[in-house]
């Protein structure tokens, strides 16, 4: 079965770090890229970034550029998004998707991860 | 980038058939043929019902299309029922380095 399996909630205070992870099975995972999504209480999907696993080629919405970091570790067929200090702002749930290989859809969600910052 | 532009709400009636909008620009919506709508339950995560404008991922009900003319695209579910219920997204395809699609606000469809 394709899936992506996300990391556990957070609850985290402001100014501390975190961490978030998406991992994905069933799937070559090098070969498809792995989006972020951001959907903060009550409100609409934002895409926050995109990276391709094969060479960690990542591109970020002009939005999220220098507030979050996407990574990568292959050998784990891991994704990865990163703050290095919290807001209060950033409470919200976090998905990771894939992208189909295709189309430009994202035929893949993990189940998404909620943070909390307070 | 901004975000495409949907109705924030609509509603009908078991059996009847509603259509959701989603307006672009000539950069998105009007320029690619890569327009995707996502149905999310509360409390679950999206699901992909419709990419390329008109089709459908396997497993995904006909009663489900999509259309699209010009900055504007479409979605149609025919046949309502109560479990359609759901907050819709679409997206598209924009011509940039730095950022694949972006989302349109949500439309939430009321069954009633």
């Known amino acids: 079965e394709v899936q992506l399996v996300q990391s556990g909630g957070e609850l985290k205070k402001p100014g501390e770090s975190l961490k978030i992870s998406c991992e994905g099975s069933?799937?070559?995972?090098?070969?498809?890229?792995i989006a972020w999504v951001r959907q903060m209480p009550g409100k609409g999907l934002e895409l926050m970034g995109i990276i391709y696993p094969g060479d960690s080629d990542t591109r970020y919405s002009p939005s999220f550029q220098g507030q979050v970091t996407i990574s990568v570790d292959r050998s784990i067929r891991t994704a990865y998004v990163e703050w290095s200090s919290l807001k209060a702002s950033d409470t919200a749930i976090y998905y990771c998707?894939?992208?189909?290989?295709?189309?430009?859809?994202?035929?893949?969600w993990g189940q998404g991860t909620t943070v909390t910052v307070s | 980038q901004s975000a495409l532009t949907q109705p924030a709400s609509v509603s009908g009636s078991p059996g009847q058939s509603i259509t959701i909008s989603c307006t672009g620009t000539?950069?998105?919506?009007?320029?690619?043929?890569?327009v995707s709508w996502y149905q999310q339950v509360p409390g679950k995560s999206p699901k992909l019902i419709i990419y390329?404008?008109?089709n459908r991922p396997s497993g995904v009900s006909n009663r489900f299309s999509g259309s699209k003319s010009g900055n504007t695209a479409s979605l149609t579910i025919s046949g309502l029922q109560s479990e359609d219920e759901a907050e819709y997204y679409c997206?598209?395809?924009?011509?940039?380095?730095?950022?694949?699609?972006?989302f349109g606000g949500g439309t939430k469809l009321t069954v009633l």
């Open positions: 997206s598209s395809y924009i011509n940039s380095n730095t950022l694949f699609v972006v």
């Open positions: 000539s950069i998105d919506v009007g320029l690619f043929d890569y």
């Open positions: 069933g799937y070559s995972f090098t070969n498809y890229w």
């Open positions: 390329d404008v008109n």
């Open positions: 998707a894939r992208k189909a290989s295709s189309h430009y859809g994202l035929d893949v």
